[in-house]
């Protein structure tokens, strides 16, 4: 199934993520005609077509928001738009995802609309049957165009309460998060739209969730989503929990945080979307490996963490041939709104421009935005014109065409694939992690009634040595997949530098 990221008219504040027209193909993609073959053709080569819903919030270009400015009572009602305290302040004091303060005025009104994200994005009011009647059309439309898959945009965050509180934490994000309504509404999402198209695949973003809500939002008999996406383990580099902060990650922390979610959703009935990259994501190669002087061995190694784990692997461009950060020298490279605004924030707050400038390039959205990769000709041979947001200088050594490492990255990634269709271990066993406290390798084991499968990550770029059960070291163990060469298996086992292996053991024999 290939997911694509929202291709809706939009003014392209937030690429994308500011909707004017959900029924629509914006121009600078092609026309609804082109998107239909599209669809066509991918059915008729196996695969299915995944659509972005942006259901938080729309653009506030959109025609629903334009006509609440000029006072149409019925789609006032489609915003979530408050009166300013007795005081004079902002009805609440909840800050924006994306800095600065979550609402602004609304037109010469006196009132103030809520924006959890960019000021051009208003939250839609979802305790209005009528927002939920016009969302639910959008899914019916593209249903209808043959579309299989739905990725739901922060969907977990559409619950606001009818009356809406200061943050005693100054970020408020328990008021609007996982509210038990979210539930409801995503349910009867479900009812009227999905649900009644057998084989439809559906995917959650669910922003600062934990397992409870995680397994009610996709355990099969609760009739809401297929799978989400959780996103504590892209934490794990942020200092007290500031995104905008450059420190080291907390492998042990990301070993429990994984470890956590395969437990607690396998026990609840719940199913993860797993992934290390998507486009609000610093390329994990970057965060989590050493891309320079291991760049083979640390994309395939984070390949396969998350490629044997319980759950469905998601695959973001350029990943499968190793892409990593643009490493950008200036801010006017730079087009994520989000990371523009971090930029001005942490001026004001003290840091220079070199420091917050150091910043942006460690954590900006823009890392995983550049242009697929194509080849070595200019733009990375992604277009003969100017693409919104230049290349990585990386496309010279990663790309799809004349790179011998894209195209052992690409061929490793083939191999875990085939693997998972292979293997009812992988796409169906129980998950038990090993070793937990040791401090460079990540091991686990997926089991069935027939067959137990051994992974061994090494996190490092030491070599250091790992215990392995006695029932792993016997002759009839198959080497079943590593990045490294196979080798006959001891107890005390040694592990090279960024060293992934998986062995397997038939229980019968």
Not at 163 to 190: F, Q
Not at 493 to 508: C, G, S
């Amino acid at each position: 199934m290939l997911w694509l990221n929202p291709i809706y008219p939009s003014p392209q504040r937030d690429n994308g993520y500011d909707v004017l027209d959900y029924k629509a193909i914006d121009p600078v993609f092609g026309s609804m005609e082109e998107f239909e073959q599209r669809v066509e053709e991918a059915g008729a080569a196996g695969m299915e077509i995944m659509m972005d819903m942006v259901f938080n919030h729309t653009s506030t270009a959109h025609p629903w928001f334009q006509k609440a400015l000029v006072g149409e009572e019925k789609y006032k009602d489609f915003y979530i738009i408050r009166e300013a305290k007795e005081d004079g302040s902002l009805p609440t004091n909840w800050p924006s995802k994306f800095g600065g303060p979550a609402w602004e005025p609304f037109g010469n009104t006196g009132c103030y609309y809520l924006h959890l994200y960019d000021v051009s994005q208003a939250d839609l009011n979802w305790r209005n049957p009528e927002v939920r009647k016009e969302l639910a059309d959008v899914v019916n439309f593209w249903l209808e165009k043959g579309v299989k898959g739905f990725r739901f945009d922060v969907i977990n965050v559409i619950g606001k309460d009818e009356i809406l509180l200061d943050a005693e934490d100054g970020v408020g994000k328990s008021l609007y998060t996982d509210r038990p309504i979210v539930h409801e509404y995503i349910r009867e999402m479900n009812h009227r739209t999905f649900g009644k198209k057998e084989g439809t695949l559906t995917v959650g973003e669910m922003s600062s969730t934990d397992i409870q809500n995680g397994v009610l939002y996709s355990a099969k008999e609760r009739e809401e989503l297929s799978m989400i996406f959780s996103f504590h383990h892209l934490k794990v580099d942020y200092k007290d929990g500031d995104k905008w902060t450059n420190t080291p990650f907390d492998f042990m922390q990301l070993k429990n945080i994984l470890s956590e979610w395969q437990e607690g959703m396998e026990k609840g009935g719940g199913w993860n979307a797993l992934f290390w990259n998507n486009h609000d994501q610093p390329r994990a190669n970057n965060r989590f490996g050493d891309p320079e002087n291991y760049p083979f061995e640390t994309a395939t190694l984070l390949a396969q963490t998350i490629h044997l784990l319980r759950g469905t692997p998601f695959i973001y461009q350029g990943e499968e041939i190793g892409m990593v950060d643009p490493d950008f020298e200036e801010l006017k490279e730079y087009r994520d709104i989000e990371s523009l605004n971090a930029y001005q924030e942490l001026t004001t707050k003290g840091k220079t421009e070199e420091q917050a400038l150091a910043l942006v390039k460690k954590k900006s959205r823009d890392n995983s935005r550049t242009p697929m990769q194509w080849s070595k000709e200019l733009h990375a041979g992604f277009t003969t014109g100017t693409p919104w947001i230049n290349a990585g200088d990386s496309y010279q050594e990663r790309n799809t065409t004349d790179s011998p490492i894209s195209q052992r990255v690409y061929a490793y990634y083939q191999q875990l694939i085939r693997l998972r269709k292979e293997l009812t271990v992988i796409s169906k066993g129980s998950y038990k992690e090993i070793e937990p406290n040791h401090p460079e390798v990540y091991s686990y084991i997926r089991e069935t009634e027939q067959e137990e499968l051994l992974i061994l990550n090494h996190f490092y770029g030491e070599k250091t040595t790992v215990r392995i059960p006695k029932r792993f070291c016997k002759k009839n163990i198959i080497w079943v997949i590593g990045n490294r060469k196979a080798r006959s298996v001891a107890e005390e086992f040694e592990l090279e530098a960024y060293e992934t292996v998986a062995l397997l053991r038939n229980k019968q024999s």
